[in-house]
């Protein structure tokens, strides 16, 4: 008898107080802008250059609701918008922009994201993507150019260290026509 009400002060014990309300903080939610952009872009043209090393090349692609999902993926990765990093962004404003900066004591590869809002509507995006793992080093610095609510333009500057080689920069530069 004395081991079964110990067993009941021992669980009763570890239950979780459950507080009043929740606090969580509100991000923007890119994965949904990506949803959204691959429906409305749809049947498209792009043009597309490629910087590795000094050398480019440049394409006039035609886009699908299939190829623009394959080329926003990027989305999801700058998505600040995740369970990882609830709470993890300091808020701040610059101008008329929202700046989210990653705590000094968070880690997670989204560094900084700035967006610029009219309304319903993204105008800008701007995000800093960096990893740093044993092997390699791997920086992005994102841009995003929307008007009325369609993407216009995107351009990525980056670069890629591995281990025992040389640093790789590139640069990805996207006009929809």
Known sequence: MKKLIVALLVLSGCQKLKPESVSIPEYPDFKVLMKEQVALLGKTKIKKTVWLEG???????????????????????????????????????????????????????????????????????????????????HHRDISIDLQDGLIQSIEI??????????????????KVN
């Open 55 to 137: 050398q480019s090349e440049a394409r006039v692609l035609e886009m699908d609701s299939t190829k623009w999902a394959e080329e926003l993926t990027f989305l999801k990765e700058i998505n600040p918008n995740q369970p990882e990093y609830v709470g993890a962004f300091a808020k701040s404003k610059e101008g008329e922009s929202q700046i989210l900066t990653l705590g000094s004591e968070e880690s997670g590869p989204l560094k900084e994201v700035k967006y610029l809002t009219d309304g319903d509507n993204y105008e800008r995006i701007l995000a800093s993507f960096h990893e740093d793992k044993d092997v390699y080093v």
């Open 157 to 174: 500057n980056g670069y890629q260290k591995m281990m025992f080689k040389d640093t790789v920069r590139f640069r990805i530069a996207l």
